[in-house]
């Protein structure tokens, strides 16, 4: 890494990096000795003091919070922060009240897994990482206003996580009025007859073990047996994303089995249409938005009864309009009725053509042979899977518009869960299907024209054929949206099936056989029925445990079940408690939520961290994220963050914030108005001859080639990071340069949101430019300003307001690459033409434009520039419209089409005034003589035209 030489006879007041860091340390001391950046709120704590008043235009800025890694930060990090600090440190000067800080996202499983291989507490880990991050922040010369930054782990705040937990546990979805409702209005509706229960029973005719089981059945938390990935080897259940495409666990490469399990779920499938329709009142980036709509996946199609065996089998479809053309139906291995047609059909292979029959000589082998062959593979895996696989029934159906009898197969490809786990198979126009009836030699009829479907399927649009029965269903000729509203008249007309909206979303699998995470505040009585603990009785702290590990099993042991860690903490476990009907023996849940839930509210804890008596006074939230006009959503201000999160923190986060809004808690109907994506830094890795990665910094490069440890390494290129052994740490550059140095690269570096490569020898630029800024006003012999009271020349107002106009735009915009250009272009224009003396006042407008991006610097010029306040309040400068304008322009004189001269005008002259100067130009005059002026048009600010004749 190369440091800035500052030899010892560089003058005593030269802007160096020593300098620099000696200012930036002394600022960022008078900025928490002084509170700079606490913002008052409304009510409570953090009120004004008596007799301050609270200003009316307010900003809520916010990053995505951190997770407090070992690792700490790498340049690529503060990238978000310091450019949402910019943009709130400008706002601060436009006199608005701005809400900044930032917190920790500090549960989670590394800190586990630390605490298994060294035997810390997780908590001792966290708290050394938060505060390790909290001084690399810290030497950034971030403003937050460090009372709000709370910790996902600190009791106090997931006391409110668990809080918002019993509020979810204790509502229901009222489907008409399309929001949730505490679960007692639900039992007054049902105690009254108003409502019936899910299974459509008479509430009030049910024993009490049933009528708490029927209203468990709406709440918004409930348990519900669900497919889980089960790993013996670990005793934990994994996501998806942590078991490999063959089936086994990321880490320690253990067996995973798919198996149901009793799960906590929480319904955010109920909240589907809110979600995807409330995205239209979002200022988010259109991918984002996008993603969310895929993500929760509304599909408008119909459901339709094929009669097999005397069975109705319902199948999903989104195109009814191709009924005609399904030629056999395929189940879900998983499908509850694959047992039945099994045992209903013919029992017997014989005759049947060898491709349909699988690993079995009669269809009940086949069908328990191919369940096992598939047990072990993912959702994913089971779509993306090219080789069609699949095994006959021995039975059929009928197609309820033809009467065709078509056969049944169980596929790995139609998946349980999604639909209704059944399809009618159309292969001449769904690609899937087409590859399984090639492989299996079934029938492919062609129902909607344009392609060859012997080939391939057709999906794209045409008119529809051969689809017309005796039954007064005809759809030919007919294009796509009206064959399939013809044909759902037909099937509700005959009792077929109906329309049906159908989502891709599933409900959230909200617990964790995990240690570091928020207990859940919920204990089961001696009959195992679950009772959600009162508030009072909150925060349930997390116990100490001596170990962290959950129970593992035989790695092969199927058979075996989870035992959390949670659950080896007896005395924490077993609890006698008083609910109400006197003190009883409860045992505690002993599962922890997911990492996602301390993310999805922590603005509102920002908002009022001190709250003893709700997780934030709506008065405050009402100041902070309420609506401002008529049919806005709310919420804060401006959220930057990766656009890694668009789907899971940011739907559950919107999720939970429609709750606590349904329910009264907040006054704003989305938790994040405005959302901007930042690029990422990226930086040159190299990887060795066995392609492993070796630490950037100690890669040297001698005639275009790398080598590391004298052996020649391949040079790439990505993000930056631990993995590719490319970070290069925030506290170095500051110590070399300087934060405001490291501030103003990282900002000039490219627009925001683009990602952008990292180069330390590039770093230098930004310094110079700060240097020279500098010795506009300190002598750097002396230490004196030099500024004067003269008044400012015209070209000089012509400069500082065009610069004022295109820095606020900028800022305004997050273009903070361009401010700083602008910037660069106006400390050279006075360089150039104040050699000596610069006028303070075309430097004290620079001082304020330059702050947001280089507060210490700034802080320490506005303070030898004669202030004794911060610069953090300091009006913005504003701009003059008249020096935006240029004085004169020069417009071309066109004589029948040629240009014969060039004019400089006022800007402001009339048409007369400038045919008149155009009229006495010499070379106009001359190829005017004799001749007759029929014609004179000024085209205002572009030309004159005179035509002659
Ligand atoms: C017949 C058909 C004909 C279909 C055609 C498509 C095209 P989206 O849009 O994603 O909602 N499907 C339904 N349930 C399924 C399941 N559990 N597993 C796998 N596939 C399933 O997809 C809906 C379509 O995916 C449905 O419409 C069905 O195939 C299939 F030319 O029915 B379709």
Not at 284 to 303: D, F, H, L, T, Y
Not at 396 to 407: E, L
Not at 626 to 648: I, K
């Amino acid at each position: 890494m190369t440091t800035p030489t500052t030899d010892s006879s560089s003058p005593a007041f030269r802007y160096t990096p020593q300098l620099a860091n000696q200012l930036e340390k002394t600022w960022q001391q008078h900025w928490v000795d002084n509170g700079t950046f606490n913002a008052a709120n409304p009510v409570g704590d953090l009120a004004p003091a008596d007799g301050e008043t609270l200003p009316e235009d307010k900003l809520f800025v916010q990053d995505m919070f951190p997770y407090p890694s070992g690792a700490g930060l790498h340049v690529g990090h503060p990238l978000g922060y310091i450019a949402t600090d910019v943009y709130a440190r400008y706002n601060r000067m436009l006199g608005k009240n701005v809400l900044h800080t930032l917190g920790y996202d500090s549960f989670g499983l590394p800190a586990e897994q630390y605490a298994i291989q060294t035997g810390t507490h997780p908590r001792t880990t966290t708290m050394a990482n938060i505060e390790n991050m909290r001084r690399q922040l810290g030497a950034l010369g971030l403003g937050h206003d460090s009372r709000r930054s709370v910790a996902t782990t600190d009791p106090e705040y997931y006391r409110w996580t668990q809080w918002i937990f019993l509020q979810i546990y204790n509502s229901w979805f009222d489907e008409q009025a399309q929001k949730a409702r505490p679960i007692a209005e639900l039992i007054e509706l049902l105690e009254a007859g108003e409502m019936s229960t899910k299974d459509g029973l008479d509430y009030r005719e049910l024993d009490d073990v049933d009528k708490q089981a029927a209203v468990n059945d709406f709440r918004l938390v409930y348990r519900s047996y669900s497919m889980v990935n089960w790993c013996p080897g670990l005793g934990t259940v994994l996501a998806n994303e942590e078991v490999t495409s063959n089936g086994r666990s990321e880490r320690g490469n253990f067996p995973v089995f798919r198996k149901q399990l009793s799960q906590w779920m929480m319904r955010i499938t109920a909240y589907s249409d809110r979600l995807i329709d409330d995205l239209e009142l979002l200022d988010w980036p259109e991918k984002v938005k996008a993603m969310q709509r895929n993500w929760i996946g509304r599909s408008r199609g119909a459901e339709v009864d094929f009669n097999a065996q005397g069975h109705a089998l319902t199948v999903f479809t989104t195109r009814p309009d191709t009924l005609f053309g399904a030629t056999y139906m395929v189940l879900a291995p998983e499908h509850e009725l694959v047992d039945t047609l099994v045992a209903g059909g013919s029992g017997s292979y014989d005759g049947v053509d060898k491709r349909w029959q699988g690993a079995g000589s009669t269809p009940a082998e086949a069908v328990a042979a191919y369940r096992a062959s598939i047990a072990a593979k993912s959702d994913l895996e089971r779509q993306e899977n090219k080789d069609k696989t699949g095994v006959f029934l021995g039975a059929y159906a009928t197609n309820p518009v033809n009467g065709a009898q078509i056969p049944i197969f169980i596929a790995d490809y139609v998946l349980t869960g999604y639909g209704t786990g059944a399809i009618m198979a159309v292969p001449a126009h769904d690609t899937r299907d087409h590859e399984f009836a090639t492989a299996f030699g079934l029938p492919i009829i062609e129902v909607v024209a344009g392609g060859d479907v012997s080939e391939a399927a057709y999906t794209d649009s045409g008119l529809t054929v051969n689809s017309a029965n005796a039954e007064g269903l005809d759809i030919n000729g007919l294009a796509k949206t009206e064959a399939i509203e013809k044909t759902i008249e037909w099937l509700v007309a005959a009792e077929l099936g109906q329309e049906k909206i159908q989502y891709k979303l599933r409900d959230w699998l909200f617990a964790r056989q995990r240690y570091w995470g928020e207990p859940f505040p919920i204990v089961y009585d001696a009959q195992g029925r679950a009772h959600a603990l009162p508030e009072s009785m909150l925060p349930v702290e997390l116990p100490e445990v001596a170990d962290y590990q959950p129970v593992s099993h035989d790695p092969e042991d199927a058979d075996s079940r989870p035992e959390p860690p949670l659950a080896k903490a007896r005395e924490w476990v077993e609890v006698e408690l008083d609910l109400g009907d006197g003190p009883q023996m409860y045992t505690r849940d002993t599962n922890v939520m997911p990492q996602w839930a301390g993310s999805s509210w922590y603005q509102l804890r920002y908002v009022d961290p001190t709250n003893e008596d709700a997780l934030c006074d709506i008065e405050n939230e009402r100041y902070w994220t309420g609506p401002q006009f008529d049919g806005d959503c709310g919420g804060v201000d401006l959220y930057v963050g990766g656009v890694e999160h668009a789907v899971l923190h940011l739907l559950y986060a919107r999720f939970w914030h429609k709750v606590l809004f349904d329910l009264g808690h907040v006054s704003s109907v989305e938790p994040y108005r405005r959302l901007y994506n930042q690029g990422y830094i990226q930086a040159f890795a190299y990887t060795d001859s066995r392609g492993v990665y070796v630490a950037a910094e100690q890669v040297e490069e001698l005639d275009g080639k790398f080598y590391y440890e004298g052996e020649e390494v391949t040079q790439e290129y990505g993000k930056m990071g631990k993995s590719l052994k490319n970070a290069v740490a925030p506290d170095d550059i500051c110590d070399n340069y300087g934060a405001d140095t490291l501030r103003v690269y990282e900002m000039s570096m490219g627009p925001l949101d683009t990602s952008r490569p990292w180069a330390t020898k590039d770093v230098v630029g930004a310094q110079r430019f700060l240097q020279r800024m500098w010795r506009l006003i300190v002598d750097e012999e002396t230490g004196e300003v030099v500024t004067t009271d003269a008044a400012l020349s015209d070209e000089d107002n012509k400069h500082l307001h065009r610069t004022i106009e295109g820095v606020r735009d900028d800022y305004n915009n997050l273009r903070v690459n361009t401010v700083v250009a602008k910037l660069i272009e106006y400390v050279n224009y006075l360089t150039k033409t104040y050699p000596k003396q610069v006028p303070l006042a075309a430097v004290e407008p620079l001082t304020i434009m330059a702050a947001p991006v280089a507060p210490h610097i700034a802080e320490e010029l506005w303070k030898r520039l004669g202030h004794d306040e911060t610069i953090t309040f300091a009006p913005f400068p504003t701009y003059e419209d008249k020096w935006l304008v240029d004085d004169e322009i020069e417009l071309p004189v066109q004589i029948n089409g040629k240009v014969r001269a060039r004019i400089m005008v006022p800007a402001d002259a009339d048409k007369d005034a400038i045919i008149a100067q155009a009229l006495a130009e010499p070379n106009v005059e001359s190829h005017l003589e004799g001749k007759n002026l029929v014609k004179q048009i000024v085209v205002p600010g572009r030309m004159v035209n005179l035509v002659v004749k």
